[in-house]
């Protein structure tokens, strides 16, 4: 929970010692709930990787819905507990959505089981039902490149549960290389073949299947910026945790593969929900080449989407604002139009457990942004390096640059005291939102790992009249 520090000395410690204190106890009952076995689906923790290690199938599944090998269902879990922190920064004034200048905190949990179910042959139910707690730092506001992936646009001081994705996913072989799939969370263990078609339909998040990269996309594991973790201007559907309803093919061929979907907007920008029409709705299709350059695997992809939805353009918000004497708003004049965007990723594996990452993204630039964040071009880049170089092969580290800006009526509009989903300090001395980030991984015990996180942001929210911001973070993470 975020709190901001009496600059008195005693209040500050004691202060410090409670946050440290409720960390603490958070991580505890974290490391009891994967301890304890509860949440394994069967007498022991080694039953169950026997179970999923048994060529003859899962539960005897049956010859007509799994092959043989297949699983026929899987139970995994996580859970991971984040705490940021910042020392106080410059800053002449602030706004309603503005970063707290004073020193603040915040922390993240939740839990997530993962259930995975075989229907048919090539066919799984997946269920991912999850408690989360706890805020984002400034409750999820202040920073278009926010700091957190592990935080929502909504928080609760009490755990409440949530079932993030509900999907069915049906593979078909096409030919090719056979290939082993690997137990894990939402993917049962089978073959399936190199050439593939894959239908994903349900509840479930846009960017688990688009805009994927190996060494920038999983705030659990590795780097936690938003605008790092995933393409800053891809404004990708969502309700305000992250997921939506959809469907996405996958065509799937040796050296490339083609993705298509289309998904749920909110009801309104921002929303808590997704509409129940489908009335507004995103439509996004990727390419990726895979390829070796210098002896080592890479990869590139193309991204294209288009959201149709009521929102408002920002020069007519302006204008709104002219007329009526008031602060620009977008709510009063959104109408029913398009806002398009682009972005391309690409990864290089380095070699000697070495890895090179970039994004780049553009989008509408006259157009609130509907669902993500309030960035509307984004360049990043990194380098990301495994342990075993010295001796610690489940350790990792990262490093990682992006660079967020907006276009110029998204200057005028914020300049003017406007709001949008993320920022908004009621003046704007414009400048790119600068952000670099760098983190260590270290795994304590196999399925457990602690990280140790820093980030600096120069121009939070585009403003170069605040900041630089230091923020630190610290992450406990175990899974099953």
């Not at 709190?3 to 204190?21: C, G, L, N, Y």
């Not at 004049?333 to 890895?355: I, M, T």
């Amino acid at each position: 929970m975020r709190e901001t520090i009496d600059p008195t000395r005693r209040r500050a410690m004691r202060s410090a010692k409670k946050h440290v204190s409720a960390w603490m106890s958070q991580a505890s009952l974290l490391t009891a709930l994967f301890a304890s076995g509860l949440l394994v689906p069967c007498a022991s923790s080694a039953q169950a990787l026997e179970t999923a290690n048994d060529n003859s199938g899962a539960a005897n599944a049956p010859a007509d819905i799994a092959g043989s090998g297949d699983d026929f269902w899987n139970l995994h879990a996580q859970g991971t507990v984040t705490d940021q922190f910042y020392p106080p920064f410059a800053a002449p004034y602030s706004g309603a959505m503005s970063l707290d200048p004073h020193r603040s905190s915040a922390e993240t949990t939740d839990v997530t089981l993962y259930f995975g179910l075989r229907l048919w042959r090539g066919a799984g139910l997946f269920l991912d039902p999850e408690l989360d707690q706890g805020f984002g730092l400034s409750n999820t506001t202040g920073l278009a490149g926010f700091s957190s992936g592990e935080a929502y646009k909504i928080g609760a001081n009490l755990p409440y549960p949530r079932l993030q994705r509900a999907f069915v996913r049906q593979v078909i072989d096409l030919g090719g290389d056979a290939q082993e799939l690997d137990d894990g969370p939402n993917q049962l263990k089978g073959n399936a073949t190199a050439n593939n078609l894959t239908l994903t339909v349900g509840k479930f998040s846009v960017v688990d299947i688009f805009d994927t990269n190996d060494y920038a996309h999983d705030p659990r594991h590795d780097f936690m910026n938003w605008s790092i973790i995933d393409a800053g201007a891809f404004d990708y559907a969502a309700d305000s945790w992250g997921y939506t309803y959809g469907g996405a093919l996958e065509w799937n061929q040796d050296f490339w593969t083609l993705r298509a979907g289309a998904f749920d907007l909110s009801t309104i920008p921002n929303g808590k929900q997704p509409d129940p029409g489908f009335g507004e709705f995103e439509a996004v299709i990727e390419g990726e080449l895979r390829h070796e350059f210098w002896g080592h695997a890479a990869k590139l992809k193309l991204l294209l989407y288009v959201n149709r939805g009521s929102m408002a353009s920002y020069s007519d918000a302006l204008a709104y604002a002219r007329e009526t004497g008031s602060v620009p708003a977008v709510a009063p004049v959104r109408h029913f139009q398009s806002r398009a965007g682009a972005a391309l990723n690409f990864q290089q594996d380095l070699g000697d457990s070495l890895g090179l990452f970039a994004r780049a993204s553009l989008a509408q630039a006259n157009r609130e942004a509907y669902e993500f964040t309030d960035i509307d071009q984004s360049v990043s880049g990194g380098v990301s390096l495994k342990g075993d170089r010295f001796g610690h092969p489940d350790d990792s580290a990262g490093l990682a640059l992006v660079v967020n800006s907006i276009g110029r009526d998204a200057r005028d509009y914020f300049s003017a005291g406007g709001l949008g989903i993320l920022i908004g300090d009621g003046h704007l001395a414009f400048g790119p939102e600068e952000i670099a980030e760098t983190y260590y991984q270290a795994a304590l015990k196999k399925g457990v790992a602690l990280t140790l996180d820093y980030q600096f942001v120069e121009h939070p929210a585009y403003n170069r009249e605040r900041g630089p911001v230091s923020i630190f973070g610290i992450r406990l993470h175990g899974e099953i």
